[in-house]
């Protein structure tokens, strides 16, 4: 493999002291010789006659007299940052923002979009399918008419028993000794100590002294007496009781009652609506196995065209038992470490937590991590310690995402909690990049086909390229952001810019770590492509003279053959 080089090139080195002659770059000794850098290179053929060169070229950009007609589609929020900042001082922990009764007007999802949520998040076991249809649109509309990109998910109930309102609506406060009723007696408004369980048949199989857990641990009650179909429990672990909270129950250390099929005919209507509303996620809830996750990936195939990504709810025991195939047939993971507390005895959650989000990368599938980050803030205006100690951690393990639950929904201080959110997860990844803290990780092959073999080579090494010469980022144009995603598993120093012209991988690609996807119109001409956004956003002062970026593209010429042509460009603003 060659680099040609001139006295241009001179300038990435002298940015970047982790340069040395004498390392390897893609794992080959370099030599430097009359100014040109060079290591040797490997041919590759397939067997199906389909011959595969690859070359890296190291040029200069100068500014041309040519008229830009792309538009750049830049996120507002990511295009401030990268005025103030700088390219490497772009937050690259994605933020996701449960949108619930404190923060559904317009002005607070304009705010929160502003603070740096990257997907919105709606719960649809609160609320009506008609409120979660008025939020939709609204973000929509700020996507539209104030320069957004902010994705919407949407989480499905699954099959479990929860409460129905209580008739309050933020939390009920569940005081140590209280007796409360559970019952499935369907009544008006709400009665004191008094809460309504969705399904008829929830006591059934229920003793006197089993345990009723109340969302993952926010409260607990021991079952006191039993009449009828009603249950009598007192607290014996106050906490906050939220509306509509999630009931389990069990007994000597085991769940005593098991939930129905992981999505409910309810769940269906709801995947259903999100299709309609052109969600870009569905998050399933209580996941068991990688069939479910199959099921509705065909479903989806079978319903649209729109290409909406499936995640996978971590949060019991048999998921963790079949992780790596529901991690394999997901399109993403979240870890809900509420409910999967549970099940899970609590001092190993961190390390279960630092293994999903590791298979994760290995397998090239967005991870994010939810549940009780900042609980506190759903009353207080500031965190504790040990709260940000947990986010900056998450962080620190390369999670692609973090995620607001209550705090954002029903809590007081919800733009304050994604605020702290921002804060602590730049300040860990300039931590992490000054200590050179970027992890290694053993990267499973994952295509099976040469050319998939080549994309991922090529992605890795682009990396460990970026990060020895010091590149300020890394341009990516990408068909359907494939090459994107795999830039983003290897983690690299600098912020990747992935243009693409499909919207869908675009909202895709705000759950990515270090992903900015922009929308534009891309030409078969890599060299028109590259020479517009280049000067385009010199126009707009996103980039600085004497800046390097390193270019990398999955696109294919509709005039190309059989021989398939792969480069690795650094470009210097000149």
Known sequence: MAFSSDSMLQKIFAKSPAFDSNKRVFGKPVSISGGAISCNERNLKSKGRIAVKAAAAADVMGLKNHEVNLDLGFDVVAERELREKGFLGMRKTKLVCT??????????????????????RLNMCHNTREWHRDVIRKIKKLNEEKGFSVSVMIDTEGSLIHVVDHGVPSSLKAEEGSVWVFTAQKFEGSRPFTVQANYQGFSEGIMVGDELVIDGGMARFEVVEKMGNDLH????????????AKLSFWRDGKLSYHGLPTLSPKDWEDVDFGISEGVDFIAMSF?????????LKNYLFAKTSKSIRVLAKIETLESLQKLEEIVEASDGIMVARGDLGVEVPLEQIPTVQEDITRLCRQMNKPVIIASQLLESMVEYPTPTRAEVADVSEAVRQYADALMLSGESAIGLHGQKALSVLQVASSRMELWSREENRQSTLHNCQLGGSLSDCIAEEICSCAVQMANNLGVDAIFVYTKHGEMASLL??????????????????????NLQWGVIPLLVDLADDMEANI????????????????EAVLVVSDLTAAHATSTTFQSIQVKIIV
């Open 531 to 546: 020479s517009k956004t280049i000067d385009l956003m010199r126009a707009n002062g996103m980039v600085k003279e004497g």
């Open 287 to 295: 996941v068991n196995d990688a069939d479910s996750v199959k099921d």
């Open 488 to 509: 983003s598993r290897n983690r690299p120093y600098p912020p990747i810019f992935a243009f693409t012209s499909d919207s869908d991988a675009r909202m895709a690609l």
């Open 233 to 244: 429990c007192k607290c014996t672990d106050p906490g906050l009781f939220l509306p509509r």
């Open 99 to 120: 949108i619930g009764p404190a923060c559904c007007s317009l002005e607070d999802l304009e705010r929160l979009a502003m603070r740096g949520m990257n997907v919105a």
